[in-house]
Structure formats: C-alpha cells, structure tokens
C-alpha cells in the first residue's frame, strides 16, 4: 500500500514561487512513476506533471519553463517547484503513484493508482 502526503500549499502573489512536497512511503516497486495533479474549481482534474524511477519528466505545455518535478530518494519525497505563478493556476493539487509505470517523453497523463489528499494553492494577483 503506497499513502502519499502533500504539503507546502498557501497563498502566493502572481509571478512568485512555491515548492510542493509529497512525502511518500509503501513504495516498493522496481519500477514505477510518481506526479502533481491538480484541479481547479468546477474543472477537471489534469496532469502537471510526472517524473519515474529513471529520472525521466515530462510537462503539461502550461507550465515548461516554469515548474520542475524531482525526487529525493533519501527523503523519500516528492517536489514540484513552480516559478511565476499565474492567477490560472490556483487548484488544489495532489500527488500521485502507479507502480511498474515508465514516463513517456511528452506525455504527463498517467492513470494512478494511489493519490494523496491534497493541497491548496492560491494566487492572488
């Protein structure tokens, strides 16, 4: 059973930056694929972005350039560090885990298996 834990949400003021955490634990696999999600009211949920086991990323258009996934295996963690924040982004956004998964270069879409709860991000502008 992989559980996941979001952190580092708040209120951030349009072209400022945030770092998300998601500290994550059960995941044993060799293989597997870890990414930030998010949903903004009355939207759909769409993907940020997606990192595997490999190292390989891959990025919604919206945000290349601006917004880096990275893991530290050590820590056991997850980061999303997002630079000039648009208004258009505030969402709650949750991390997420498939087991045996491999990044497709371009692609973020990913249909996980485990989700965390959580975390709101604001931009005020």
């Known amino acids: 059973q992989v559980q996941l834990v979001e952190s580092g949400g708040g209120s951030v003021q349009a072209g400022g930056s945030l770092r998300l955490s998601c500290a994550h634990s059960?995941?044993?696999?060799?293989?597997?694929?870890l990414g930030w999600f998010r949903q903004a009211p009355g939207k759909e949920r769409e993907g940020v972005a997606t990192i595997d086991s490999d190292g390989s990323t891959a990025y919604a258009d919206s945000v290349k350039g601006r917004f880096t996934i990275s893991t530290d295996n050590a820590k056991n963690t997850l980061y999303l560090q997002m630079n000039s924040l648009k208004p258009e982004v505030t969402a709650m956004y949750y991390c997420?885990?498939?087991?045996?998964?491999?990044?497709?270069?371009?692609?973020?879409?990913?249909?996980?298996?485990?989700w965390g709860k959580g975390t709101l991000v604001t931009i005020s502008s």
């Open positions: 059960g995941n044993t696999y060799r293989t597997y694929c």
């Open positions: 997420a885990a498939e087991p045996w998964c491999t990044v497709v270069a371009g692609s973020v879409y990913v249909d996980m298996d485990y």
